[in-house]
């Protein structure tokens, strides 16, 4: 997992309305309604997945946690084009490797990693399994697959480099074998935390 922080940038929030005023240090809650579900979802939180077989499991976990008024923005890439949120959450919720292997130009997208994550305006959190950053060397055969790999490998490495790391045991979620969660964060722009 990946924790991308990015700084604010204050034209970038210049547009009318409650969220675009937000500041991540501050606690924002959108109004229990309608339209505050809304405007959380479409201007506040975005959470993005390449595979609708993902999109389906994470809109069916946000609905036993809570019943939303307005439809939890949970989609594609392809449907956050040309809009911008306070906060994406980028889930590459693949962890097999044949079809990490079978979709490989479309996983390893660089175009779409790019996009997912250039539309956060505060906070981009990005994870990602640790089968997709070591695949096998087929995925390689593809330019455009590897391209897309060497991207999130930068993108890893740079955390590691500027930022802090910490290791969460999961054990608990898979008794027969090891669970680990590294999680990576680095803040972009501004000067790693002491």
Not at 32 to 59: N, Y
Not at 80 to 91: D, I, N, P, T
Not at 120 to 142: G, M, N, T, Y
Request: aromatic share 8%.
């Amino acid at each position: 997992m990946i924790f991308i922080t990015k700084p604010l940038e204050s034209p970038a929030l210049s547009h009318h309305g409650n969220v675009s005023h937000w500041h991540p240090a501050t606690p924002y809650e959108p109004p229990a309604s309608q339209e505050g579900d809304k405007e959380f979802w479409r201007r506040g939180l975005f959470i993005v997945s390449p595979h609708h077989a993902q999109i389906r499991a994470i809109r069916k976990a946000l609905a036993q946690r809570r019943r939303w008024q307005s439809p939890a923005f949970v989609d594609t890439v392809d449907k956050m084009q040309g809009q911008q949120s306070q906060a994406v959450l980028v889930s590459y919720g693949v962890s097999d490797v044949e079809t990490a292997l079978a979709e490989a130009e479309f996983i390893y997208s660089l175009n779409r990693l790019n996009v997912s994550i250039s539309r956060a305006r505060a906070k981009c959190i990005v994870f990602l399994s640790r089968p997709l950053l070591e695949p096998s060397f087929d995925v390689l055969q593809d330019d455009k697959a590897a391209r897309g790999l060497g991207h999130m490998l930068a993108l890893e490495e740079f955390c590691s480099k500027h930022g802090e790391q910490r290791r969460f045991n999961l054990d608990f979620l898979q008794p027969a074998g090891r669970a680990d969660l590294l999680a990576i964060r680095a803040r972009l722009g501004c000067p790693p935390q002491a």
